[in-house]
């Protein structure tokens, strides 16, 4: 099966970036979406076909795919963003829907 | 607005069944795919279930395949996930999700805010 590789925790003082990464073989190959959940509340695509953003989430978010590394960037970092952060790709050889371990985002 | 409620969670014994249902609105449910996702308390998410838009695809994860069915009335805007042989292992919130491609794109852009299911004795 594939398997999606995320960091546990990614750490940032506020205004700074943030870079999390989502690591599998040759994962350019593939689409990756990326999500954001808050405690206590579901998920919100934040990052669409690797760099695609949905419409009402802040430029401040961005999104690249290259090799075997895709990777979330958060310009600027408020307290808002706070959260768990998952990769997701869809595995065309399974037909199967893979997520990230996730990551979570502490804004210190 | 596109908006997804999950109903029919609660507390079911290991061995036994349970139906989830998730009440679509907002948009013409026929051109979207849709998802069931599930995060056990503390834990990632895992997808379970994909359907069509049309219902003749159905896909599964290997942990439920056998023994979860997942269904649409599109007549009727609603996705449902029936659920049988039920162990702890299954104990989740079951997020209802839309999925933009009616041939299934394979990412989810809109999300229920999820139903908790607890199997115990």
């Known amino acids: 099966s594939y398997v999606l590789t995320q960091p546990p925790s990614v750490s940032v003082v506020p205004g700074k970036t943030a870079r999390i990464t989502c690591g599998a073989n040759?994962?350019?190959?593939?689409?990756v979406h990326w999500y954001q959940q808050k405690p206590g509340q579901a998920p919100v695509l934040v990052m669409y076909?690797?760099?695609d953003r949905p419409s009402g989430i802040p430029e401040r978010f961005s999104g690249s795919n290259s090799g075997n590394t895709a990777t979330l960037t958060v310009s600027r970092v408020e307290v808002g963003d706070e959260a768990d952060y998952y990769c997701q790709v869809w595995d065309s050889t399974t037909d199967h829907m893979v997520f990230g371990g996730g990551t979570k985002l502490t804004v210190l | 607005q596109v908006l997804l409620v999950e109903s029919g969670g609660g507390v079911v014994q290991p061995g036994r069944s349970l139906r989830l249902s998730c009440a679509a609105s907002g948009f013409t449910l026929s051109k979207y795919g849709l998802h069931w996702v599930r995060q056990a308390p503390g834990k990632v998410l895992e997808w379970v279930a994909a359907i069509s838009g049309d219902g003749s695809e159905e896909y599964y994860a290997d942990s439920v395949k056998g023994r979860f069915t997942i269904s649409r009335d599109n007549a009727k805007n609603t996705l449902s996930l029936q659920m049988s042989s039920l162990t702890t292992a299954d104990t989740a919130v079951y997020y209802c999700?839309?999925?933009?491609?009616?041939?299934?794109?394979?990412?989810?852009?809109?999300w229920g805010q999820g139903a908790l299911v607890t199997v115990s004795s």
């Open positions: 076909y690797n760099s």
């Open positions: 999700a839309r999925d933009p491609g009616a041939g299934l794109a394979g990412n989810v852009d809109s």
């Open positions: 040759n994962i350019v190959s593939k689409s």
